[in-house]
């Protein structure tokens, strides 16, 4: 991964849940964006979010 490639919080305005359309938050030290009313995880790779409902982890699994 490239250390200078981070994501851009602001993207969050545009982003939502595929699965619950709902909004999301970013976490930074996990890279990843989290949806509480889904609750799943979508992962962030070299700054660019993975909205895939097969790439999210279960927030269950913490």
């Known amino acids: 991964m490239n250390d200078t490639t981070v994501f851009d919080p602001h993207m969050l305005e545009a982003l939502i849940c595929p699965k619950s359309h709902g909004t999301l938050r970013y976490d930074a030290e ?7 009313s889904a609750g799943v995880a979508f992962p962030i790779r070299d700054g660019i979010p993975v909205m895939l409902m097969d ?3 279960c927030l269950d699994d913490a």
């Open 30 to 36: 996990a890279q990843e964006l989290i949806s509480e």
């Open 55 to 57: 790439a999210a982890r």
